[in-house]
């Protein structure tokens, strides 16, 4: 059965699904040292996105001793 939207009516029929849970810990977002492994890893939403192992990164110096510092998990 097809159903015609109505573009210009302002009240939601049905309640919006809940894409994020909220956790008592905040989501990882953003580069991170991980010692464990010895890798710069990316992420994203608290998901894992991307890793350069540290031998291999060709970022700055100064970055990479700034986040091993500052953000290692």
């Not at 991980?34 to 992420?43: G, H």
């Not at 991307?50 to 953000?71: F, G, N, V």
């Amino acid at each position: 059965m097809i159903e015609q939207l109505d573009l210009f009516d302002l009240e939601p029929k049905e309640q919006p699904a809940v894409i994020f849970k909220s956790y008592s810990v905040p989501a990882l977002n953003g580069f991170y040292y991980e010692t464990k492994t010895r890798k710069f890893v990316s992420f994203a939403l608290g998901q894992r996105y991307y890793e350069i192992p540290a031998s291999r990164c060709r970022l700055a110096k100064e970055w990479q001793q700034k986040i091993m510092r500052e953000r290692s998990i």
